[in-house]
């Protein structure tokens, strides 16, 4: 986790830096008028905001950030946990789908309104857990088609190994001269977040079969691997939630 707040810091650190100049000149501007009711105008810097989100990455927090009418910083955090029990075709299945991620993001008004375009990476912690029961039939492991009576349980597991996954994405929320307050925002977008990795094993495989099933298994977790690259090969993100901005 520590890594993840080292990332966290630099990015932040990188946006001020680049920030810092655009914020400065405005300042300066407004020193050099002197008319002190610039003083009260929102629009200047809108400071610290904070609000939950609910989406496809489970229940989430912003905080972040407004500099000005067209940029703001977000660090965003969500965690979803999900188990799912059915029975297709006499077969007892049980997954278990978590999911932690933290993110580090820049949104860009261009229009200093309420659109906005945005960047950032992802710290995932991702994976799904699976079991199933086999009652009868027949099923096609790597080559090989068995009985599913000799197969017994089975159980696989998928994991995401890149820890870090750059975002794109659009959305809505608040930009030009919003007052402190609350104010609804959505995002929509896309984690590129890598290849998975299939882990197949079958717990209470009959004796007679378990040398071949040495060799169709990694074949079998290949296929699974490219189904799901092609079905799902970047990580939609919608939310929808609000902010209070201070």
């Known amino acids: 986790m520590s890594k993840v707040f080292h990332l966290f810091t630099a990015m932040l650190a ?9 914020v ?16 009260d105008d929102p629009s200047a810097i809108s400071g610290f905001f904070i609000g939950p989100q609910v989406g496809t990455l489970g229940v989430g927090l912003n905080l972040g950030y407004q500099f000005n009418d067209y940029f703001k910083v977000r660090l965003n955090a969500n965690h979803l946990p999900l188990s799912i029990s059915q029975t297709i075709d006499d077969i007892d299945f049980r997954a278990k789908y978590k999911s932690t991620t933290f993110g580090a993001l820049a949104d860009v008004h261009p229009f200093s309104g ?9 710290y995932m912690d991702m994976s799904v857990d699976v079991t199933a029961k086999l009652a009868g039939g027949s099923y096609k492991i790597g080559d090989t088609t068995y009985d599913g009576s000799k197969l017994g349980s089975g159980k696989g597991t998928v994991e995401w190994e890149r820890n870090f996954a ?3 994405g659009l959305g809505y929320g608040s930009g030009a001269g919003d007052e402190p307050g ?3 925002h959505m995002d929509a977008g896309v984690l590129f977040y890598g290849d998975p990795t299939v882990k197949v094993d079958f717990t209470s495989a009959d004796s007679t079969v378990r040398d071949q099933l040495k060799q169709d298994i990694p074949k079998y977790e290949r296929k699974a691997e490219n189904d799901i690259k092609d079905t799902l090969p970047v990580w939609p993100v919608l939310s929808l939630g609000f902010i209070y901005r201070f």
């Open 14 to 22: 990188s946006l001020l830096f680049l920030c810092g100049p655009a």
């Open 166 to 168: 750059p975002y794109l």
């Open 24 to 39: 400065a000149n405005d300042y300066a501007d407004y020193a050099l008028t002197d008319d002190p009711s610039l003083a």
């Open 114 to 122: 309420h659109f906005r375009l945005t960047g950032g990476v992802y």
């Open 182 to 184: 609350f104010s609804f």
